[in-house]
Structure formats: structure tokens, C-alpha cells
């Protein structure tokens, strides 16, 4: 008898099975992993490399892997910060899955690795439906992007354990609203902290780190709105019963991505 099956739900379950294993892998080798999701243009290597630098400057041991489609440039600049860094070359596709990390890690993380920081693609599409096996996801956006695009990508923003801006030396030249901005993450993800950066003057960098090394001592991270767009997440609940958000915003459960 031949059966169906649809990929649209069977590959991402499958990703969630690896993810599942990694992050239980991962807490064993007591290695707080944190993504990061952003679009392109985003400054979020350029954050990345800075937050590297000042983690090794307090002593501590971190590592990174970034994915880009077909260059070794991100991880170049990652490296001058003196972490270990690994690039992943994703060959066109546009997320990191889980199984892609973990063959990374072994063999390859230091032991000792305190903070392993994961660089997707730059894209807030297909990765935000994709554990990576992180305890802690932070999606990106510059104040050059506009204030209301965490309202056009919900499922991003949505499923962030902690929003960063980036750039905002910026914001006087840009005319970012920050109010409008606060206004749209608070309509997709209720009480989601908001850290503002800048990896030119160093602002926010510090408490960016702080708040990873929380979660790495045991914080609990914020539970996110993980916004349904993808049939797989309708009947994988963790929490209360999936309903329609009062914005139209899709269907949305209380469910941490961890």
C-alpha cells in the first residue's frame, strides 16, 4: 500500500527530534547554545564579533558558528575576535537545521566551551520554524529595517526568547520611532525584553552578555509567543491550547522554542 507523506511536517519533526537530542547533548557538556536570527544587513556579525571580544576579555569560554550561502567572509571577521569559530557553508539553503550543528560540534567545540553562539543565515523566514537545539534565541533587527517589521514577521519576533536592536548610533539619522518599534515586538511576543545595541560604540554589549550568562547560570529565558504558521507546530503544543491572537497575528501558543 503506498503511503504519503508530507514533507512540509516530516522533515521540520525530524529536525525537532535532532534538536531535542543536541540540546540535552549540549546541557551535559553544560554548553549554553544561543541563535541568532536576523535579515541581511542587520549588523549581526559585526554584534556578534564585538560580544565574542568582550566575553574573552571577562574570561570566558566561548565559541561561534555562522552559516552563510557561499563565503568564508563572516567567519573571517568572527575570528579576529580570538574565539573559536567555525563557518557552515549551507550551499543555497536558507536556515541552519539541527542535524547541520550538531555534526559541526563534534570533534570540534572546545572542551570547556561555556557559550556557543550559532549565526543563521540571514533570513527571518525559514529559520524561525527551526530548533537548532539553542537554550536561548535572539532575533536581530537594525534601526534602519523600519520600527514595524516585527509585525511583518511575526513568527520571528514571535518565537524570540530576547529582541536586540542593532545600530541604534543610528537612530537620530534614521528617524527610527523606538516607541512604534517597542509597540509592534510587544503585539507578537508580550514582555519580551528589548536590548538596544551598537557594535560601533559598544552600547548594549555588556547587557546582552549578562543576560546570556543568566540563562547559562540558570535563569529561566522569557517564554515566547511562538507564532503557528507551519501546519507541523498545530497539535505539538507545550502549554495552553493554541487560539488566535487578538491582533490576527495567526495562531499562536505559549511554548518556549527550548
Given at each position: 500500500?503506498?503511503?504519503s507523506?508530507?514533507?512540509?511536517?516530516?522533515?521540520?519533526?525530524?529536525?525537532?527530534?535532532?534538536?531535542?537530542e543536541?540540546?540535552?547533548?549540549?546541557?551535559?557538556?553544560?554548553?549554553?547554545?544561543?541563535?541568532?536570527?536576523?535579515s541581511?544587513?542587520?549588523?549581526?556579525?559585526?554584534?556578534?564579533?564585538?560580544?565574542?571580544r568582550?566575553?574573552?576579555?571577562?574570561?570566558?569560554?566561548?565559541?561561534?558558528?555562522?552559516?552563510?550561502?557561499?563565503?568564508?567572509?563572516?567567519?573571517?571577521?568572527?575570528?579576529?575576535?580570538?574565539?573559536?569559530?567555525?563557518?557552515?557553508?549551507?550551499?543555497?539553503?536558507?536556515?541552519?537545521?539541527?542535524?547541520?550543528?550538531?555534526?559541526?560540534?563534534?570533534?570540534?567545540?572546545?572542551?570547556?566551551?561555556r557559550?556557543?553562539?550559532?549565526?543563521?543565515?540571514?533570513?527571518?523566514?525559514?529559520?524561525?520554524?527551526?530548533?537548532?537545539?539553542?537554550?536561548?534565541?535572539?532575533?536581530?533587527?537594525?534601526?534602519?529595517?523600519?520600527?514595524?517589521?516585527?509585525?511583518?514577521?511575526?513568527?520571528?519576533?514571535?518565537?524570540?526568547?530576547?529582541?536586540?536592536?542593532?545600530?541604534?548610533?543610528?537612530?537620530?539619522?534614521?528617524?527610527?520611532?523606538?516607541?512604534?518599534?517597542?509597540?509592534?515586538?510587544?503585539?507578537?511576543?508580550?514582555?519580551?525584553?528589548?536590548?538596544?545595541?551598537?557594535?560601533?560604540?559598544?552600547?548594549?554589549?555588556?547587557?546582552?552578555?549578562?543576560?546570556?550568562?543568566?540563562?547559562?547560570?540558570?535563569?529561566?529565558?522569557?517564554?515566547?509567543?511562538?507564532?503557528?504558521?507551519?501546519?507541523?507546530?498545530?497539535?505539538?503544543?507545550?502549554?495552553?491550547?493554541?487560539a488566535?491572537?487578538?491582533?490576527?497575528?495567526?495562531?499562536?501558543?505559549?511554548?518556549?522554542?527550548?
Amino acid at each position: 500500500m503506498c503511503r504519503s507523506v508530507d514533507v512540509r511536517t516530516a522533515v521540520p519533526a525530524r529536525n525537532d527530534g535532532l534538536a531535542a537530542e543536541l540540546r540535552a547533548d549540549l546541557a551535559r557538556r553544560r554548553v549554553t547554545a544561543v541563535s541568532l536570527l536576523s535579515s541581511p544587513g542587520s549588523g549581526k556579525t559585526a554584534l556578534l564579533e564585538v560580544v565574542l571580544r568582550r566575553a574573552r576579555e571577562r574570561g570566558l569560554a566561548v565559541a561561534a558558528l555562522t552559516a552563510g550561502l557561499a563565503t568564508e567572509n563572516d567567519a573571517r571577521r568572527l575570528a579576529r575576535s580570538g574565539a573559536p569559530v567555525k563557518q557552515v557553508l549551507t550551499g543555497g539553503l536558507c536556515h541552519l537545521e539541527a542535524a547541520q550543528v550538531s555534526g559541526l560540534i563534534d570533534g570540534w567545540l572546545p572542551d570547556g566551551t561555556r557559550l556557543l553562539f550559532v549565526e543563521n543565515v540571514g533570513n527571518l523566514v525559514c529559520p524561525a520554524s527551526y530548533d537548532l537545539g539553542e537554550t536561548l534565541r535572539v532575533t536581530l533587527m537594525s534601526v534602519t529595517e523600519g520600527e514595524d517589521k516585527p509585525l511583518k514577521y511575526p513568527p520571528a519576533f514571535g518565537a524570540a526568547h530576547l529582541v536586540v536592536l542593532t545600530k541604534t548610533d543610528l537612530s537620530d539619522a534614521t528617524g527610527f520611532d523606538d516607541a512604534a518599534f517597542a509597540t509592534a515586538v510587544e503585539r507578537v511576543n508580550p514582555g519580551v525584553e528589548i536590548l538596544r545595541t551598537s557594535s560601533r560604540d559598544g552600547r548594549g554589549v555588556d547587557i546582552l552578555l549578562d543576560r546570556v550568562l543568566a540563562v547559562a547560570d540558570g535563569a529561566a529565558p522569557h517564554a515566547p509567543l511562538l507564532a503557528v504558521d507551519h501546519p507541523r507546530r498545530q497539535g505539538h503544543d507545550n502549554g495552553p491550547a493554541e487560539a488566535h491572537d487578538a491582533h490576527g497575528q495567526g495562531r499562536v501558543s505559549r511554548a518556549a522554542v527550548t
